[in-house]
C-alpha cells in the first residue's frame, strides 16, 4: 500500500483584468486573470471577453482593441516574441509590469495572495470562478 504524496503547496498572487469601456461611469467587468507563483517561476494569464456583456455596458465599445489588450497580456505572460520588451524580463518582472496601475479600457485589478498545488489550474479555476 503506497501512501499518497501530499502536493507541495506553493504562493501564488493573482490580480483581475478588467475591462472598463466608459471610465467616467465607473462600471467594469472582469475579462481575465493574471496568476503568478514565484517558487515556479511561472506568470501566466486566462482571458475570456463576454462581449455581449461588453456591449450591454458600452453599446459602442471598441471589443477589437479589447481583444487585442487581452491577448497581449497572455502575450507576456508567455515571454515569446509578442511580449515586446518584457520578453526577455524574469516572470515577476512581468507580472509586476500587467498589475501596474493604468488609465485604459483593460486594466488590472488588485493584487491578492494564495496557496496553491497548481498555478495553472488556479488560473482555470480563478477565470471560471471570477470571470465567466
Given amino acids: 500500500m503506497s501512501a499518497e504524496q501530499p502536493c507541495r503547496r506553493e504562493v501564488f498572487e493573482y490580480a483581475l483584468l478588467r475591462v472598463v469601456p466608459r471610465v467616467e461611469r465607473g462600471e467594469s467587468m472582469n475579462a481575465g486573470v493574471l496568476v503568478y507563483c514565484r517558487a515556479r517561476s511561472l506568470v501566466i494569464a486566462r482571458t475570456h471577453l463576454d462581449e455581449?456583456?461588453?456591449?450591454?455596458?458600452?453599446?459602442?465599445?471598441?471589443?477589437?482593441?479589447?481583444?487585442?489588450?487581452?491577448?497581449?497580456?497572455?502575450?507576456?505572460?508567455?515571454?515569446?516574441?509578442?511580449?515586446?520588451?518584457?520578453?526577455?524580463?524574469?516572470?515577476?518582472s512581468r507580472f509586476r509590469w500587467l498589475v501596474a496601475p493604468r488609465s485604459t479600457v483593460v486594466q488590472p485589478g488588485p493584487v491578492h495572495t494564495g496557496l496553491t498545488c497548481d498555478p495553472e489550474a488556479e488560473a482555470e479555476r480563478l477565470l471560471e470562478l471570477l470571470v465567466r
Fill in 52 to 92: 455581449e456583456r461588453l456591449r450591454a455596458l458600452d453599446p459602442g465599445a471598441d471589443l477589437a482593441g479589447v481583444r487585442a489588450a487581452l491577448h497581449a497580456a497572455e502575450g507576456v505572460c508567455d515571454g515569446g516574441s509578442a511580449a515586446g520588451q518584457a520578453a526577455g524580463q524574469e516572470p515577476g
